[in-house]
């Protein structure tokens, strides 16, 4: 990268994770992030949020897991964006259950869901016959509501 007259620095890396998630090109995005780390660079949330969308969009549980724990281990938390994004992409992949998941860590770690994520969820919870689980999230959005 020096070579090219381009330094190694979070927006450089960010910006090429980023192009590279767009691109469907997740194996180059996660050497991008190895290199990153070696080159000692720290990731920040910015860097994590193009490979956890490309996670959801091509239903890549086990990298989207190893990417969450490797957020942990560089004490990067999600924020509330992070967990729309994360609802959102999974609800539009059709992976409800892990979608409510993280609507619960959400709930669970003092967050409120905004309206339009929680409404999109429902309305495919109802579209796919899971009224039990529609049923907890509305219950979750209320007590989310009440910690205000």
């Not at 969820?121 to 959005?141: F, P, R, S, T, V």
Request: charge should be negative.
């Amino acid at each position: 990268m020096e070579n090219q007259g381009v330094s190694r620095d979070l927006w450089t890396y960010n910006s090429m994770i980023y192009h590279a998630c767009a691109n469907r090109q997740g194996n180059s995005a996660l050497k991008l992030l190895e290199r990153m780390e070696d080159n000692s660079c720290k990731p920040d949330l910015e860097t994590y949020q193009p490979l956890l969308k490309m996670c959801c969009k091509m239903k890549d549980m086990k990298v989207l897991q190893f990417l969450l724990s490797h957020m942990f281990n560089n004490n990067i938390s999600i924020d509330l964006s992070t967990y729309a994004l994360l609802i959102r992409e999974l609800t539009e992949s059709g992976n409800l259950e892990h979608a409510c998941f993280f609507f619960q860590d959400a709930v669970l770690n003092g967050m409120v869901p905004k309206d339009r994520t929680y409404e999109v969820l429902l309305k495919e919870l109802g579209q796919n016959n899971m009224a039990e689980m529609k049923g907890e999230i509305e219950k979750l959005m209320v007590q989310a509501k009440e910690q205000i």
